[in-house]
């Protein structure tokens, strides 16, 4: 699998959109990029996941790149129950390996 | 669905004891996986199932630990003995099908202290 890149945290007004990059220029032609996100103490969630083309669902928006070199996942509005830590993973087999992630902090 | 089962979820034992957790994955899903979480190595997946038959356990660290899987509702992650470098958070996660477009269900967690 691909490795990826991401800023180790991040703030966020409540409200406002919030903005996670993700680098991961060694993808290959069947991976897919997924996200998830760990609020404290609980297990994993899954957010969403693409190919080529944004993706967009009831919890957030999928961006990659047009070389998909990169992508970005946006939380139109985040509340403050979106803190969390944001895992992006390329995948193309059984397993998610999960690299450090972002910890998006949500402030009032 | 009552989602991903993980029983017990705190677990406090002595060095040397052997430790069993559980897991019972989503009803119908054909794969089962295994994650260990600690603070230095972040996420890491041990083992995993499909169809109740082990796939790949390249990730269980030693000897001392085993998985189960005797039937389609059940698993067991065991490690005997234990020792203090084993504390951390075990997580199952189940998937319908297991593809890498199919989404992985993560249950709460248990969170395990050797003393």
């Known amino acids: 699998d691909a490795k990826t890149t991401q800023p180790t945290s991040m703030d966020c007004a409540e409200g406002r959109a919030a903005n996670l990059p993700c680098n991961h220029s060694t993808i290959s032609g069947n991976e897919y990029v997924y996200w998830y996100r760990q609020i404290h103490s609980q297990g994993p969630q899954y957010i969403i996941h693409?190919?080529?083309n944004n993706e967009t669902n009831e919890m957030a928006s999928l961006i990659i790149t047009e070389d998909r070199k990169s992508s970005t996942l946006i939380l139109p509005h985040a509340t403050l129950r979106d803190t969390a830590v944001y895992y992006c993973i390329v995948r193309n087999t059984d397993k998610l390996i999960f690299g450090t992630g972002t910890r998006l902090q949500v402030f009032p | 669905d009552a989602g991903v089962i993980q029983s017990p979820r705190h677990e406090v034992t002595e060095m040397g004891q052997e430790v069993t957790l559980r897991c019972k994955p989503i009803?119908?899903?054909?794969?089962l996986f295994w994650y260990r979480q600690t603070m230095m190595r972040g996420l890491e997946l041990l083992i995993y199932f499909n169809n109740n038959v082990p796939i790949d356990d390249s990730g269980m660290p030693e000897d001392r630990f085993s998985a189960k899987m005797p039937n389609a509702s059940f698993s067991t992650l065991k490690i005997q003995p234990s020792e203090p470098r084993d504390s951390a958070v075990y997580f199952c996660a189940s998937s319908p099908v297991g593809s890498f477009t199919d989404t992985q269900y993560f249950g709460p967690g248990t969170r395990l202290t050797v003393l």
């Open positions: 009803s119908g899903h054909d794969y």
């Open positions: 693409g190919l080529k």
